[in-house]
């Protein structure tokens, strides 16, 4: 049986990917968790084949979680089931030890695809990430801007560009208004910028953002 742990803040999304799962006769969710602490305390009493993760969790985000699991459950592969597309999170998620990275809109087919080969112990990468990272080997890639922000900088970023205000990115990462904006003025500094207007126009012309 191939035990899964399911980590997104979102209980609808929890009980979709659970009824798809419950379509396999060799899969069961056996572990759920709305956030980073609850992720790592299951995984401190329990053992799963993977960990189903999302990026956008409030308090600690998927990203650092993930890197944080590389670390201390190495031999635990994880699948990034994420909103955003490849072209945001993709890569940054694949270098920071994902074995796989989906976006939520991907057919249930696909998932469970994904969760097997994972398991198998393959990765799980489609055509666009694919091509992403084999861009990689020729360009180097950590010369783009937004490349020297840390994680949660790059997320911030891709809040402010897709036009969240400061207190809806508050209220989703549970942090501070002052937090946010502390974090506004660090990023535009890092990447030499001077207001969201460039920022959001960097994020498009770098296609980090859908429009």
């Not at 699991?69 to 270098?95: H, N």
């Not at 937004?146 to 809806?168: P, T, V, W």
């Amino acid at each position: 049986m191939i035990k899964i742990l399911i980590a997104d803040d979102h209980a609808i999304v929890r009980e979709g990917l659970k009824q798809i799962v419950a379509e396999e006769s060799d899969m069961k969710v056996t572990g759920e968790a709305a956030n980073a602490s609850e992720l790592f305390e299951l995984l401190d009493n329990g053992r799963w084949e993977i960990v189903v993760l999302d990026i956008n969790m409030p308090g600690k985000s998927g990203l650092e979680a993930l890197k944080e699991m590389k670390v201390s459950y190495p031999e635990t592969p994880v699948l990034i089931l994420s909103m955003f597309s490849e072209d945001q999170y993709g890569l940054r998620a694949i270098k920071a030890g994902a074995s796989g990275y989906l976006k939520k809109v991907s057919a249930p087919t696909e998932l469970v695809l994904a969760i097997r080969k994972i398991v198998s112990g393959g990765k799980y990468i489609n055509q666009s990430l694919a091509e992403k990272l084999a861009d990689n080997v020729y360009v180097n890639y950590n010369k783009a801007l937004h490349q020297n922000l840390s994680d949660r900088e790059y997320q911030i970023m891709c809040f402010i560009s897709s036009g969240k205000s400061a207190e809806k990115i508050a209220e989703e990462l549970t942090i501070s208004i002052h937090t946010v904006y502390s974090y506004r003025n660090r990023i535009l500094e890092k990447m030499n910028l001077k207001s969201n207007v460039e920022l959001t126009q960097y994020a498009i012309q770098n296609k980090l953002i859908e429009i």
